[in-house]
C-alpha cells in the first residue's frame, strides 16, 4: 500500500513537472503567447507556430507542404523571420530577408501602385525545380544591395558612420524593367504585439491624426483596399500601412514571397509573359488552406510583447526624459489602447506601451523611395513601434533597422530621420554623448 502511494505521487509530480514552462531562451523573446490563453487558445497558437516554422516544397516532394513558387524568395516564413524577428543584411549576396519593391507609373488596382507587366509588384529571385535540370525555372532576377558610406558630425565633434544603400538588379530574365520604373528596398519587421495593433479602434487613430496637427506633425491614415471585406478600410501593417489587417498581410506575403496562393490570393503569381511559371501544376488548390490562414492569423495576433527591462535604472530614467525633450514622443507615442477585438477578447480594452501611433509621417527626403503606396506618398512611413527593439540582437543578430535595414544601431536610425522628424533628429545629434547614450538605453530598454 505504501508503495503504491508512493508511485502515485511520484506520478504526480512528474506531471507537475512536465506543466511547468521551461525558461525561456534568450532568442524566443519574440515568441511568446499573451498570458492567459486558455487550453484550446494556447493548442491553436502552437499550430499558427507550426504553420509559421513549415518548409514549403515542389510536389510531389517530401518535407514540407506542396505549393512552394513557382518563383519565390523564401520557403517558410520563419526564412526571413528568423525567431519572429527583423531582417539581417548580408553584404554580397542575394536577397533574402529582404525583398524590392516594383511598380510603375501609375495607379493599380483598388488605389495600390501599378504592378509591372513583366515582373509584378515585387521581384522574386529564386525559381523551383519542376523535375529535371532542364525544367529549372528561373528567378525573376538577382537583387543586391551595395552600400555607399558616408560620415555626420555631430554637436560635440563625433564622427558617426552611415551608409546607404545602392540597389543592383542583374540577370533579368524577362526583359529591362524600364527606366521609370519605382523600386523600394524593404526589411523584414519582427512580428509580435500584431494582435494589440489591429485592435486599436480606427476613432482612436483619426483623434491622434487630429491631435497632432496642433503640434506642429502631420501624421497621416492611409487607406487601403480590404479583400476580405471588399472596401476601402485603414491601414496598419506593413512599412507604408498598406495592409489592412494580419490575415491579410500574412496571406499577401504568401503568394508574394512563397508563391503560395490562398482562397484570398488564388491565382499563381506569374505575369502573362512568365510561361513556365504560368505551366506548373500548383500543390493544393487552394495550397495555403484557410484553416493554417486561421491559425497563422490567431498566432500572430496572440504573440506577446516582450517587457520591459531596466526602467529603474538612472541611465534610462534620463533617456525617457531625453526621450520626450527632443519630441520624439509626438509620432513614436509612448500608450494606445485597444478596442473591442473578437479574434482575441483576452486583450481588449488594454492599455499597452508599442511607441508608435501606427500613422504616415513625411521622414524627409533621404528616406524617400520615391514610391507611392495608396494614400502613401513617396517619403512618408509608417511610425514603427519601439517595443522589443533592443532584444533584436539576441533574437536573431540584427540590429538592422529603418525600412531598407541601412541603420546598424539606433544612432544611426536616428541621424536618418528628416522630413517632420528633423526637429528631433537635430536635438538628439546637439546633445552630449553622455545624453545620446541614455537615450538610445531607453529606446533599448523599451
Excluded at 115 to 136: A, C, S, T
Excluded at 216 to 225: P, S, T
Aim: aromatic share 8%; hydrophobic share 40%.
Amino acid at each position: 500500500m505504501v508503495l503504491g502511494v508512493t508511485s502515485l505521487l511520484s506520478d504526480a509530480q512528474a506531471q507537475i513537472s512536465r506543466s511547468k514552462p521551461k525558461p525561456m531562451a534568450p532568442q524566443d523573446a519574440y515568441l511568446q503567447p499573451v498570458a492567459g490563453l486558455s487550453y484550446s487558445q494556447l493548442r491553436l497558437f502552437r499550430e499558427g507556430e507550426k504553420e509559421f516554422k513549415v518548409p514549403w516544397v515542389v510536389f510531389p516532394l517530401l518535407g514540407g507542404h506542396w505549393g512552394l513558387g513557382p518563383t519565390f524568395i523564401a520557403d517558410a516564413c520563419s526564412t526571413c523571420h528568423i525567431n519572429g524577428g527583423r531582417g539581417i543584411t548580408i553584404d554580397d549576396t542575394i536577397i533574402v530577408q529582404q525583398l524590392l519593391r516594383l511598380s510603375v507609373p501609375g495607379e493599380g488596382p483598388r488605389g495600390g501602385p501599378n504592378p509591372h507587366p513583366n515582373y509584378g509588384d515585387q521581384i522574386q529571385v529564386f525559381g523551383v525545380n519542376v523535375g529535371v535540370k532542364e525544367n529549372l525555372k528561373p528567378g525573376e532576377a538577382e537583387i543586391y544591395v551595395d552600400w555607399q558610406a558616408l560620415e555626420v558630425e555631430l554637436a560635440d565633434g563625433e564622427m558617426v558612420s552611415m551608409r546607404k544603400p545602392i540597389i543592383r538588379i542583374e540577370n533579368l530574365n524577362f526583359g529591362p524593367i524600364g527606366a521609370t520604373v519605382m523600386t523600394s528596398l524593404r526589411n523584414t519587421q519582427a512580428v509580435f504585439g500584431m494582435g494589440f495593433l489591429e485592435a486599436v479602434p480606427e476613432a482612436t487613430l483619426i483623434r491622434l491624426a487630429e491631435d497632432q496637427k496642433k503640434q506642429g506633425l502631420n501624421g497621416r491614415l492611409n487607406r487601403v483596399y480590404d479583400d476580405t471585406l471588399k472596401k476601402t478600410v485603414v491601414g496598419r501593417f506593413g512599412w507604408k500601412a498598406n495592409q489592412p489587417s494580419i490575415r491579410q498581410q500574412i496571406a499577401v506575403a504568401f503568394i508574394g514571397d512563397i508563391g503560395v496562393n490562398s482562397s484570398l490570393y488564388p491565382d499563381e503569381n506569374c505575369p502573362k509573359v512568365q510561361t513556365i511559371c504560368r505551366a506548373m501544376a500548383p500543390g493544393n488548390q487552394p495550397e495555403l488552406l484557410d484553416y493554417n490562414l486561421e491559425q497563422m492569423t490567431f498566432w500572430h495576433a496572440a504573440l506577446a510583447p516582450p517587457p520591459t527591462r531596466n526602467s529603474g535604472s538612472e541611465e534610462v530614467v534620463l533617456g525617457e526624459r531625453l526621450f520626450e525633450q527632443a519630441k520624439c514622443s509626438g509620432c513614436h507615442l509612448p500608450e494606445l489602447r485597444t478596442g473591442n477585438y473578437p479574434l482575441l477578447p483576452l486583450i481588449e480594452y488594454q492599455t499597452f506601451r508599442a511607441y508608435t501611433d501606427l500613422l504616415l509621417h513625411d521622414m524627409g527626403e533621404d528616406l524617400a523611395d520615391g514610391r507611392p503606396d495608396f494614400l502613401a506618398g513617396p517619403r512618408d512611413w509608417r511610425t514603427p513601434p519601439l517595443w522589443g527593439i533592443g532584444l533584436s540582437a539576441q533574437v536573431n543578430g540584427s540590429t538592422n533597422f529603418l525600412h531598407d535595414g541601412r541603420a546598424r544601431n539606433i544612432q544611426e536610425a536616428i541621424l536618418w530621420h528628416g522630413g517632420e522628424a528633423k526637429t528631433s533628429r537635430d536635438l538628439f545629434a546637439d546633445m552630449s554623448k553622455d545624453e545620446r547614450n541614455a537615450l538610445i538605453a531607453f529606446v533599448n530598454s523599451l
